[in-house]
């Protein structure tokens, strides 16, 4: 009975801490406009730039086809980072003092980030997904694929920012933690799958490609989008994925108690 209660208890607390940080997108609308945009030109560049060169030469017919996805990935792979930012930012502004003092879960802290930048990285998608209309994208697997697309995105990247958040708890500020948050995430976006085929690379590469996280999740999202043949990347990123969560929780949890 005590631990049910105690769950209940840290689930109403995380949902206040997740209406907290939503809140701020009602208040500073430009950062979610800003936010946005970035994908868009990231997308419009590489749609246009690139497409007629090797637009042939992927899968899934046209190159906004083969594309979006992996800018999906990418996007939200990012704002999975805005979780460590804004903890750094909490704990150089003193709010966690304040949290502190209140009789609330810990958890719910990071918990409570996790989930509200999981659902701006879903409206994110969604603008995403309709500019890739504009573009001509389009899903070739029915509705149920596309909405299993979306989740294993979004399942994906809501354990990177469990990485992003022990990192946040880690370093001294905001600054550095987005620093080295790029650090980890540009290499595996760019050697990955996201915007050419594995193949086009030099051979030494396509090794760590094939390999990395950041590859399934796009090789899966594929695969959900363009009904693409499967070859394992599914489960492959939901190993992936459930391996992160269960490394990263208690470390970040520790880190936390130990920086408050």
């Known amino acids: 009975m005590n631990m049910l209660k105690e769950l209940q208890s840290s689930s109403k607390d995380t949902w206040i801490i997740t209406k ?34 090797i637009g042939a030469e992927v899968p899934g017919g046209k190159y906004i086809n083969y ?42 802290v990071m918990a409570g980030r996790t989930f509200s930048d999981m ?46 958040a022990f990192i946040g708890m880690s370093v001294k500020d905001a600054e550095t933690t987005q620093l080295a948050s790029f650090v980890i995430i540009f290499p595996l976006t760019f050697a ?27 090789d899966a999202a594929r695969q959900l989008a363009l009904g693409l043949p499967y070859n394992g990347a599914i489960w492959k990123l939901m190993l992936w994925t459930v391996g992160i969560l269960i490394v990263f929780i208690p470390l970040s949890i520790q880190r936390y108690k130990a920086r408050v």
């Open 67 to 108: 594309l979006l996805p992996g800018i999906i990935v990418q996007t939200t792979l990012f704002g999975a980072l805005n979780t460590g930012i804004g903890l750094a930012e909490d704990m150089g502004k003193g709010i966690i003092d304040r949290f502190r003092s209140l009789p609330m879960s810990r958890i719910a």
């Open 192 to 218: 990955s799958a996201a915007f050419v085929p594995i193949n086009s690379m030099a051979g030494w590469l396509q090794v760590f490609a094939r390999n990395q996280p950041i590859t399934f999740a796009v």
């Open 119 to 164: 659902i701006r990285n879903l409206v994110v998608m969604t603008i995403m997904i309709s500019v890739g209309y504009l573009y001509g994208f389009r899903f070739q697997n029915g509705l149920a694929s596309a909405l299993g697309m979306v989740g294993i995105i979004l399942f994906f990247t809501f354990s990177f920012s469990w990485i992003a």
């Open 20 to 53: 907290r940080n939503l809140y701020r997108y009602i208040r500073l609308p430009q950062l979610l406009f800003f936010s946005s945009i970035q994908p868009i030109i990231f997308l419009t560049l590489f749609n246009f730039v690139f497409g007629g060169a």
